[in-house]
């Protein structure tokens, strides 16, 4: 199961890198119909890469790693939510990936002192 989860962390961490490509003008990304400023692509930028961290710390069982997922769940639903028309089903992804997060947080805060 962890290396689904860790997968699933990873794919959508990437996912948001797509939000950053289309601030930027990196890619011309016809999908998304809205414009999203540059301070919006550095935020999708950051929740991507707080996903893939938060794998990464995962991976190598840092019980803190929770924080770093919750913070890119807590950035991308804003984004989300400002896009909504284009990136809405984001939100089930962020729930999918919230279930883990709060049993990480759980056991951290039992086992903290």
Same mark, same amino acid.
């Given at each position: 199961?962890?290396?689904? #989860?860790?997968?699933?962390?990873?794919?959508? %961490?990437? #996912?948001?890198?797509?939000?950053?490509?289309?601030?930027?003008?990196?890619?011309?990304? $016809?999908?998304? *119909?809205?414009?999203?400023?540059?301070? %919006? %692509?550095?935020?999708?930028?950051?929740?991507?890469?707080?996903?893939?961290?938060?794998?990464?710390?995962?991976?190598? $069982?840092?019980?803190?790693?929770?924080?770093?997922?919750?913070?890119? @769940?807590? @950035?991308?639903?804003?984004?989300?939510?400002?896009?909504?028309?284009?990136?809405?089903?984001? *939100?089930?992804?962020?729930?999918?990936?919230?279930?883990?997060?709060?049993?990480?947080?759980?056991?951290?805060?039992?086992?903290?002192?």
């Amino acid at each position: 199961m962890k290396p689904a #989860v860790i997968a699933f962390i990873i794919a959508n %961490g990437l #996912v948001h890198f797509i939000g950053f490509a289309k601030a930027f003008r990196i890619a011309n990304i $016809e999908q998304l *119909t809205q414009d999203i400023p540059r301070p %919006g %692509g550095i935020l999708w930028l950051l929740s991507g890469l707080l996903f893939i961290c938060s794998a990464v710390l995962f991976f190598w $069982e840092k019980e803190w790693w929770w924080l770093l997922s919750a913070s890119g @769940i807590i @950035i991308s639903q804003y984004l989300i939510i400002a896009d909504w028309h284009d990136a809405k089903f984001g *939100t089930i992804a962020n729930a999918i990936i919230l279930l883990p997060t709060l049993i990480g947080f759980g056991l951290w805060w039992m086992i903290k002192d």
